[in-house]
């Protein structure tokens, strides 16, 4: 029996978490049966792996992710015919129950392959047994109670193959407690790398709460990246009261489609947004607290970053996009409102020009003139 009561009600920020994981599912999915139809005479199988998949379901009825990606696979006859959905969780009842509600879900025989339900420790033994099914593309969802099980070696292997994605519950408060406490060192030098978390233990010391965060999710980052993921993406959460952080959940990924489609999908989640950038995070306070971002001005510093990194160059629309948004809190359609008031200022010049698009328009083709940088 679990120690806390976690499955009780689903909260806002679960129904987030849920929405952020289903949804990348559902896009990641539709391409890679795109990609595996044009290779036909590759394994056609993909794989969802879930490693602490709960019981499936809340106290209060709400569905839970593995019932959720289940059902768009039943939804989805070309995918019904791929999916290899392996769920794991320690707590036998828990996987007692997610069983039951599995086999309690309209249409699930259709699936050309029943769901898997193992009740292992997760580690090494648990990703041999997945190994073993040879899924071919796979999502992985990480999402333990705290952070025993979760290693950058375990990332790596999870992520090492091609179409392979994983995202994590960054249990951030836990992690922030534990990083520095010698009782639980191993797990956070298997969390960070031994080296990297001597590091970070020294640059701790005595620096204020906001950077503490920003050190920590940086550094969980940075090692993550070194492990294979190329591209990591962060969203925050905070708590019922808006004040603290409680947690992130980080996508990592080798593929720079799958980052811009994370992206999306986290900035269309994120629950504020200035002058159309999303904030990448979830504060349940935001509706009843007033955001003083007044001098908080992201299309300024976007633009300004523009005219600076690209100075002396003629790029296409999309090619700036591609080559400057990863690590920056911008999505493509803030990359285009920057260019065109950078037009419409005078500081770019466009090709074709603005008199010549349809109104309003900055297509992924035109061709933009940065001015050279001045001495």
């Known amino acids: 029996m679990a120690s806390n009561r976690f499955f009780d009600e689903m909260l806002e920020q679960s129904a987030v978490k849920v929405a952020i994981v289903s949804k990348y599912f559902d896009a990641w999915a539709k391409v890679m049966v795109s990609t595996l139809k044009r290779y036909p005479q590759r394994p056609q199988t993909l ?8 019981p499936g379901r809340y106290e209060d009825g709400t569905k839970s992710t593995p019932l959720l990606v289940l059902e768009g696979a039943v939804a989805d006859p070309e995918l019904s015919e791929r999916l290899i959905a392996i769920f794991n969780d320690r707590n036998s009842e828990y996987c007692t129950r997610l069983q039951r509600e599995i086999a309690n879900l309209p249409g699930i025989k259709c699936l050309e392959h029943q769901p898997v339900v193992q009740c292992e420790e997760v580690g090494a033994d648990v990703l041999q047994l997945v190994a073993e099914r040879g899924l071919g593309p796979t999502l992985y969802f990480v999402d333990p109670w705290g952070y025993k099980g979760l290693s950058l070696d375990l990332v790596s292997e999870m992520i090492k193959g091609w179409g392979c994605d994983c995202i994590i519950f960054f249990n951030y408060n836990r992690v922030s407690m534990g990083v520095r406490n010698p ?3 191993q797990h956070m030098n298997a969390l960070f790398g031994e080296s990297r978390a001597d590091r970070l233990r020294s640059k701790l010391e005595g620096i204020d709460p906001g950077e503490r965060e920003l050190t920590i999710v940086e550094e969980i980052c940075a090692a993550l990246s070194e492990s294979g993921g190329s591209y990591t993406l962060p969203f925050k959460f905070r708590g019922q009261k808006g004040t603290r952080t409680s947690h992130h959940l980080i996508f990592v990924s ?3 489609l799958g980052y811009q489609i994370m992206k999306d999908i986290m900035a269309r989640e994120s629950s504020t947004r200035e002058q159309g950038v999303a904030s990448f995070q979830y504060n349940p306070a935001s509706k009843l607290q007033p955001f003083l971002f007044e001098l908080f001005r992201p299309l300024e510093d976007l633009e300004g970053m523009l005219l600076s990194d690209f100075a002396g ?3 296409k629309v999309r090619k700036i996009y591609e080559h400057h ?5 911008y999505i493509e359609k803030n990359y285009k ?3 065109k008031r950078l037009e419409a200022a005078g500081q770019v010049k466009a090709h074709p020009a603005a008199s010549a698009r349809r109104a309003g328009t900055m ?3 035109v061709r933009i003139a940065f ?3 001045r001495c």
Do not use: C, I, M
Not at 325 to 329: A, I, L
């Open 337 to 339: 409102e920057a260019l």
């Open 47 to 54: 794989g969802y792996v879930d490693l602490f998949a709960g």
């Open 371 to 373: 001015p050279r940088r």
């Open 325 to 329: 948004n990863v690590g920056k809190p």
């Open 254 to 256: 080798k593929s720079p």
């Open 363 to 365: 297509g992924d083709n």
């Open 313 to 315: 160059l003629t790029l």
């Open 183 to 185: 009782v639980v060192e």
